[in-house]
């Protein structure tokens, strides 16, 4: 009697840990509904030493909260394995003369407490490959609850047919189904905070290895645009005719130096604004647009490019800042560096566009290059497909334009520029929020 007393308050601190876990961390509502339904039924299993009845009904709480518990584990196994059907055959191949001779052999006890055993027998399975899949400290203590209870009906049912030292057994059993439940309560708070931290120390490094990515990457174009113009000018120096031809790489290599301090100002700028709000302002697109065919003209000078835009006189404004120039630039460097035609052509059609009630600008660059496989349109924009060394390494710079595009709460994708056939060229889309 004392150890039924003591086990019901050790099974009501684990509902009050369990809630207050829940209120505190999210932990899930049908594990502490089960703890509390579990108290009661240590409530009413201490009374039956009082009137005989209070015994199903604290086999009843039981059952109620082994069905809560295992709603939890139905429902977290059904998301792992993606609506994937349980099979429950087993359970329905009993005949009816086989529930008569179990009604008659063994009382209404007998019957819940063996409904029960097979029932955490099958959440005990499922429970097992959710441990095996996430292995969580938290799933194993769980596991180990739902274990003990396992076998403490089962003594239960061999006690009830006073089978020799089963009643013991089922009381040490018991003692460990509530502690493991204790165990779940409070390693599932100390889980979830080491998770959070393992998935901010990741996001944290991840931030760093696409800033040192991109900072290596354009630097890298950088210098050798410098080197390339230091070289010819070292050709150009012995021929006193061209003065012009040395002045026109001067001009370059400082327009390439300022680049260098822009891009470290971008940089700087994005990682501030990685987990902040973005400074938007008004940008009129065709100029953009005008400075970036600029750039990269100039700096190709060697290939033969043409770039149209339509419409090319009207003034059109967008929602956005400076680093739009940095997004126009990437797409068309892409566009010239893996095209392997005499002359490249890129048109860049740009129209209006309504999406869920917001105007936008339509911007469009469709080019004649190597074109992008259809496995590959979603990861190009993706920082870890720069690392697969996939169509050239394009990743890279396009990452940078899928996060530039985000912050200005727009949306980029690819297509093919002949649809079906992704080896005519590429067609990048980009909606920009616009400004009226």
Same mark, same amino acid.
């Given at each position: ?17 369990f809630?207050?876990?829940?209120? &505190? ?12 339904? %579990? ?8 009374? &039956?030493?009082?009137?005989? %009845? ?6 009843i ?19 792992? +394995? ?23 052999t063994?009382?209404?006890i ?5 409904i029960?055993f ?14 095996? /899949?996430?292995?969580?400290?938290t799933?194993l ?5 739902i274990i ?11 006690s ?15 003692? !460990? ?15 979830i ?16 290895e696409?800033y040192?990515?991109?900072?290596a990457?354009?630097?890298?174009n ?9 070289d010819?000018?070292?050709?150009y ?13 001067i001009?370059?290599? @400082?327009?390439q130096?300022? &680049? ?6 971008n940089? &700087? ?9 973005i400074?938007?302002?008004?940008i ?9 065919i600029?750039?990269?003209k100039?700096n190709?000078?060697?290939r033969? !490019?043409?770039?149209? *835009? ?7 404004? *967008?929602?956005? @800042? ?12 892409n566009?010239?560096k893996?095209?392997?035609?005499? +002359?490249?052509?890129?048109?860049? +059609?740009?129209? @209006? ?5 917001? @105007?936008?600008?339509k ?8 074109? !992008?496989?259809?496995?590959?349109k979603?990861k190009?924009f /993706? ?11 394009m ?8 996060k530039i ?23 990048? *889309?980009?909606?920009i929020p616009?400004?009226?």
């Amino acid at each position: 009697m004392v150890l039924d007393l003591a086990l019901a308050f050790y099974t009501i601190v684990i509902a009050i840990i369990f809630g207050v876990m829940y209120k &505190r961390e999210g932990l899930f509502f049908l594990w502490f509904l089960g703890t509390l339904l %579990n108290a009661f039924a240590g409530i009413f299993f201490y009374f &039956r030493h009082f009137d005989a %009845n209070f015994r199903i009904i604290g086999n009843i709480f039981y059952f109620l909260a082994a069905i809560m518990l295992g709603l939890s584990i139905f429902q977290e196994y059904h998301q792992l +394995r993606l609506e994937k059907s349980i099979n429950k055959s087993k359970l329905k191949k009993f005949s009816s003369h086989h529930a008569v001779f179990i009604a008659i052999t063994f009382s209404l006890i007998n019957i819940i407490q063996i409904i029960f055993f097979f029932y955490t027998t099958i959440i005990g399975l499922l429970l097992l490959k959710i441990y095996v /899949e996430k292995k969580s400290i938290t799933h194993l203590f769980m596991l180990l609850a739902i274990i003990s209870g396992m076998f403490t009906l089962f003594f239960s049912i061999l006690s009830n047919n006073e089978v020799y030292g089963t009643w013991e057994t089922a009381y040490v059993l018991k003692i !460990i189904y509530y502690s493991s439940l204790l165990a779940t309560g409070l390693s599932a708070p100390m889980e979830i905070k080491l998770n959070k931290s393992e998935l901010k120390y990741k996001e944290a490094y991840n931030r760093a290895e696409f800033y040192k990515d991109l900072f290596a990457h354009d630097i890298s174009n950088i210098l050798q645009n410098i080197q390339s113009s230091i070289d010819l000018l070292n050709v150009y120096i012995e021929q006193p005719s061209s003065l012009q031809e040395e002045k026109n790489l001067i001009d370059l290599s @400082n327009e390439q130096i300022k &680049r260098g301090a822009n891009l470290v100002k971008n940089v &700087r700028k994005l990682s501030e604004i990685e987990d902040a709000e973005i400074d938007i302002k008004t940008i009129e697109i065709i100029s953009t647009l005008n400075d970036a065919i600029k750039y990269v003209k100039k700096n190709y000078d060697s290939r033969n !490019i043409n770039i149209k *835009v339509a419409p090319s006189s009207e003034k059109l404004y *967008v929602k956005a @800042n400076e680093l739009l120039l940095n997004v126009f630039e990437n797409i068309l460097v892409n566009a010239i560096k893996y095209n392997n035609n005499p +002359r490249v052509e890129i048109i860049i +059609r740009i129209s @209006n566009m309504k999406m869920n009630g917001l @105007n936008y600008l339509k911007i469009e660059f469709l080019d004649n290059g190597i074109g !992008i496989p259809n496995e590959m349109k979603q990861k190009v924009f /993706e920082r870890a497909f720069m690392e697969e060394k996939s169509v050239n390494g394009m990743g890279l710079g396009l990452s940078l334009v899928k996060k530039i595009i985000d912050k200005f709460n727009g949306k980029i994708w690819v297509e093919d520029k002949i649809k079906g056939d992704y080896s005519k060229g590429t067609n990048f *889309v980009i909606l920009i929020p616009e400004v009226k």
